[in-house]
């Protein structure tokens, strides 16, 4: 992201909308980016409104104010000059967009978002089984963003477990080493908003999992969501739960899959999978 | 895409809080989705949902990006649009997404949804008891659950509690916690009111899965003190 000097007035409405704290009034009293701690997620130029004044009689105008003590302040959502603009992103600065901004759509798995679609439509593609957890690790979040460095650190440990990665995440896509957990190194140095690590496991091997995510945490410079999914009986109950509370954990937020999805399309009909 | 898992905040003051989604899978149930998210947005839209959106466009609350100075002051600010003409712009089907804000109108949704029977993977992201008991009254049984764990890792780095269940109802992250301390601090000062801070807030939320009724209760508590 940069900010277009010529049209900022200073006003610093787009210094507390970013997320990564990226944005500052600099020397000049005007908004800059830092690069580094910027991820690309567009939040300020998608969210933000935009007033078309132009910028030069709204500095003029700003100082006038200032000087019998009165303040020029748009709506805390407004750019009056839209003076936010988006650059045109290359390798490997684009995977922080590619992560970080929800409407683009990833390249390998071809949805909005950070990971797959994981249990939400598990009542049509079968992805995570009886018998099974599905674990949903998501670093960086929330709000504090995450190096690939640190996610490298992370997989590399679940690795050492014995965990077989998402084939259709986008962080696995990113991996030079699947087996080994490794990301490939011209991104080790690229900060997203978030990314999301998918796998899954057997239930009996949950309390293990749990303890190794647990451990490699605390040994990295961001914070860590975790989700972990299993598939339901017949009667609509889950083992999983007693699995967590055994360990400690009292889960009572959760996502339910209702089990209404129906595989409709014309050329899977003939191909359905038991879900 | 766990962008509602994990809202932050004790059971009670999760209570009222429900978020449905419909999902397609690619090449299993996608074909004509667009057609059908549309229906589950107008179905909603009888059990008077708190907001709505499908990650693809604008949600309900949306910037504005055409504003002028003779706009903003003969017209004012126009901050939420009509549901209908969210719902004409839906073309594709992204993760589509509703809030409610009470546990009838969650049910009673979910019970036209099973009626209309449209193919389309729906989930339910709130407390999990609640979720089981209204299955039970309408007879759905669910099909896989995904329980939201507590955060782990460098917790130093996140931010105070009110802000937190703030930023955590945008699951991408979208709205930035030195925003929400801002609204919190516009609020207790009375530069602008409570429903206009959650509408700030929630422009910034592309998924459209903000709560702004439990934003509200937030701020109504932050501003007291409790």
Same mark, same amino acid.
């Given at each position: 992201?940069?900010?277009?000097?010529?049209?900022?007035?200073?006003?610093?409405?787009?210094?507390?909308?970013?997320?990564?704290?990226?944005?500052?009034?600099?020397?000049?009293?005007?908004?800059?980016?830092?690069?580094?701690?910027?991820?690309?997620?567009?939040?300020?130029?998608?969210?933000?409104?935009?007033?078309?004044?132009?910028?030069?009689?709204?500095?003029?105008?700003?100082?006038?104010?200032?000087?019998?003590?009165?303040?020029?302040?748009?709506?805390?959502?407004l750019?009056?000059?839209?003076?936010?603009?988006?650059?045109?992103?290359?390798?490997?600065?684009?995977?922080?967009?590619?992560?970080?901004?929800?409407?683009?759509?990833?390249?390998?798995?071809?949805?909005?978002?950070?990971?797959?679609?994981?249990?939400?439509?598990?009542?049509?593609?079968?992805?995570?089984?009886?018998?099974?957890?599905?674990?949903?690790?998501?670093?960086?979040?929330?709000?504090?963003?995450?190096?690939?460095?640190?996610v490298?650190?992370?997989?590399?440990?679940?690795a050492?477990?014995?965990?077989?990665?998402?084939?259709?995440?986008?962080?696995?896509?990113?991996?030079?080493?699947?087996?080994?957990?490794?990301?490939?190194?011209?991104?080790?140095?690229?900060?997203?908003?978030?990314?999301?690590?998918?796998?899954?496991?057997?239930?009996?091997?949950v309390?293990?999992?749990l303890?190794?995510?647990?451990?490699?945490a605390?040994?990295?410079?961001t914070?860590?969501?975790?989700?972990?999914?299993?598939?339901?009986?017949?009667?609509?109950?889950?083992?999983?739960?007693?699995?967590?509370?055994?360990?400690?954990?009292?889960?009572?937020?959760?996502?339910?899959?209702?089990?209404?999805?129906?595989?409709?399309?014309?050329?899977?009909?003939?191909?359905?999978?038991?879900? | 895409?766990?962008?509602?898992?994990?809202?932050?905040?004790?059971p009670d003051?999760?209570?009222?809080? $429900?978020?449905?989604?419909? !999902?397609?899978?690619?090449? +299993? *149930?996608d074909?004509?989705a667009?057609? %059908?998210?549309? #229906? =589950?947005?107008?179905?909603?839209?009888? $059990?008077?949902?708190?907001? !709505?959106?499908?990650?693809? +466009? *604008?949600?309900?609350?949306?910037?504005? %990006?055409?504003? #002028? =100075?003779?706009?903003?002051?003969?017209?004012?600010?126009?901050?939420?649009?009509?549901?209908?003409?969210?719902?004409?712009?839906?073309?594709?089907l992204?993760?589509?997404?509703?809030?409610?804000?009470?546990?009838?109108?969650?049910?009673?949704?979910?019970?036209?949804?099973?009626?209309?029977?449209?193919?389309?993977?729906?989930?339910?992201?709130?407390?999990?008891?609640?979720?089981?008991?209204?299955?039970?009254?309408?007879?759905?049984?669910?099909?896989?659950?995904?329980?939201?764990?507590?955060?782990?890792?460098?917790?130093?780095?996140?931010?105070?509690?009110?802000?937190?269940?703030?930023?955590?109802?945008?699951?991408?992250?979208?709205?930035?916690?030195?925003?929400?301390?801002?609204?919190?601090?516009?609020?207790?000062?009375g530069?602008?009111?409570?429903?206009?801070?959650?509408?700030?807030?929630?422009?910034?939320?592309?998924?459209?899965?903000?709560?702004?009724?439990?934003?509200?209760?937030?701020?109504?508590?932050?501003?007291?003190?409790?």
């Open positions: 992201m940069n900010i277009s000097k010529k049209k900022c007035v200073g006003c610093a409405n787009c210094v507390p909308v970013c997320p990564m704290g990226a944005i500052v009034i600099g020397p000049d009293l005007l908004a800059e980016v830092n690069r580094e701690a910027c991820v690309e997620c567009h939040t300020c130029y998608r969210g933000m409104s935009f007033e078309h004044l132009p910028g030069g009689p709204v500095r003029w105008a700003r100082r006038l104010l200032k000087k019998i003590r009165l303040r020029f302040q748009p709506d805390p959502d750019c009056p000059t839209e003076a936010l603009e988006p650059e045109k992103l290359a390798w490997p600065r684009i995977v922080r967009s590619a992560f970080s901004d929800p409407m683009v759509t990833h390249e390998s798995t071809g949805i909005h978002g950070r990971g797959t679609a994981e249990v939400k439509t598990n009542d049509v593609t079968n992805r995570v089984g009886t018998g099974e957890a599905g674990f949903v690790v998501e670093f960086g979040r929330p709000g504090v963003g995450v190096f690939f460095r640190d490298d650190k992370a997989t590399r440990a679940l050492g477990q014995g965990v077989a990665f998402e084939k259709e995440n986008p962080v696995t896509s990113l991996m030079s080493d699947a087996g080994a957990g490794g990301i490939r190194e011209d991104i080790l140095d690229e900060k997203v908003l978030s990314c999301i690590v998918e796998f899954k496991t057997r239930l009996e091997e309390p293990g999992v303890s190794a995510i647990k451990a490699v605390k040994t990295l410079d914070v860590v969501s975790l989700g972990v999914s299993t598939r339901c009986d017949s009667d609509g109950n889950d083992p999983l739960r007693a699995v967590l509370a055994k360990e400690g954990y009292d889960a009572w937020r959760a996502k339910v899959n209702l089990g209404l999805g129906r595989q409709s399309n014309a050329k899977s009909r003939g191909t359905e999978r038991q879900a | 895409m766990t962008n509602t898992l994990h809202r932050f905040g004790k003051t999760l209570r009222d809080d $429900y978020i449905v989604f419909a !999902m397609a899978a690619k090449g +299993i *149930n074909d004509g667009a057609a %059908k998210v549309q #229906t =589950f947005f107008r179905t909603a839209l009888k $059990y008077d949902p708190i907001n !709505m959106g499908n990650a693809v +466009i *604008n949600p309900l609350y949306r910037p504005e %990006k055409n504003l #002028t =100075f003779l706009k903003l002051y003969f017209s004012g600010r126009h901050e939420k649009v009509a549901p209908e003409t969210f719902i004409a712009e839906v073309a594709a992204g993760t589509a997404a509703v809030v409610f804000g009470n546990r009838g109108a969650m049910g009673g949704f979910l019970k036209e949804l099973q009626d209309l029977d449209l193919g389309l993977s729906v989930n339910v992201s709130a407390l999990v008891d609640d979720v089981r008991e209204v299955c039970g009254e309408i007879h759905l049984t669910p099909h896989s659950v995904e329980y939201s764990l507590p955060f782990a890792g460098d917790l130093e780095r996140l931010p105070e509690r009110d802000i937190l269940s703030l930023t955590t109802m945008c699951g991408h992250g979208m709205i930035a916690a030195n925003f929400a301390r801002k609204m919190v601090d516009g609020v207790r000062e530069r602008f009111g409570h429903d206009q801070a959650c509408q700030y807030m929630a422009k910034f939320c592309v998924c459209g899965v903000f709560n702004t009724t439990r934003a509200m209760r937030i701020l109504e508590a932050a501003g007291s003190g409790t």
